[in-house]
């Protein structure tokens, strides 16, 4: 993909997720390597639409790329910083709010999924640069308690007390490696 005057990928958010599961699927048989995943996904992060398909993709879905993540995925996704830290925090946030709604309603799979994509996420926030991350998740917290910038994003999900309460906890045990 680099040759002379490419245009960077700019995917839109379903394209990078179709994108995501099919590079996934080739590292998984063996067809790509952790390198050629790694300038891959380099690509594709670097803008917020195509982020946002690799997270989902890749947090959410059986692919055990973030499970084993590889060292030069991980410093591709480290080095991309601020766009990845966000992203992550907020996909800790949304799945430990969620794993909550689907034990209240008493389903065992979603929840299952929702406590897998919050494993994934806490994980590869203990990747990420430190000072960015601790930053970040210093402003979730915060909104947990009802102040600062993360509050709106919270009250958008319609979050109650209860879930904030285990956002909050999530936030915590990140720090607890």
Same mark, same amino acid.
């Given at each position: 993909?680099?040759?002379?005057?490419?245009?960077?990928?700019?995917?839109?958010?379903?394209?990078?997720?179709?994108?995501?599961?099919?590079?996934?699927?080739?590292?998984?048989?063996?067809?790509?390597? !952790?390198?050629? =995943?790694? *300038? /891959?996904?380099?690509?594709? $992060? +670097?803008?917020?639409?195509? #982020?946002? @398909?690799?997270? %989902? &993709?890749?947090?959410?879905? !059986?692919?055990? =790329?973030? *499970? /084993?993540?590889?060292?030069? $995925? +991980?410093?591709?996704?480290? #080095?991309? @910083?601020?766009? %990845? &830290?966000?992203?992550?925090?907020?996909?800790?946030?949304?799945?430990?709010?969620?794993?909550?709604?689907?034990?209240?309603?008493?389903?065992?799979?979603?929840?299952?999924?929702?406590?897998?994509?919050?494993?994934?996420?806490?994980?590869?926030?203990?990747?990420?640069?430190?000072?960015?991350?601790?930053?970040?998740?210093?402003?979730?917290?915060?909104?947990?308690?009802?102040?600062?910038?993360?509050?709106?994003?919270?009250?958008?999900?319609?979050?109650?007390?209860?879930?904030?309460?285990?956002?909050?906890?999530?936030?915590?045990?990140?720090?607890?490696?």
């Amino acid at each position: 993909m680099d040759h002379p005057g490419a245009q960077p990928l700019e995917p839109s958010f379903p394209q990078a997720m179709e994108i995501a599961t099919q590079w996934l699927a080739l590292w998984e048989a063996g067809e790509l390597s !952790d390198e050629v =995943l790694a *300038d /891959r996904v380099s690509e594709l $992060v +670097a803008s917020r639409d195509g #982020a946002r @398909g690799f997270f %989902v &993709v890749s947090l959410a879905g !059986d692919s055990p =790329l973030m *499970d /084993r993540l590889p060292d030069p $995925v +991980a410093l591709v996704l480290r #080095a991309v @910083g601020e766009g %990845v &830290v966000d992203l992550t925090v907020r996909n800790l946030a949304m799945s430990s709010a969620m794993a909550l709604q689907h034990r209240r309603s008493g389903d065992g799979t979603m929840q299952a999924g929702s406590e897998r994509v919050q494993a994934r996420s806490t994980e590869l926030l203990r990747l990420l640069e430190p000072g960015l991350v601790k930053q970040r998740l210093e402003t979730l917290l915060e909104a947990t308690g009802g102040q600062g910038e993360d509050v709106a994003f919270l009250d958008r999900w319609g979050y109650d007390a209860e879930q904030r309460s285990a956002i909050a906890a999530a936030v915590l045990a990140v720090a607890e490696a």
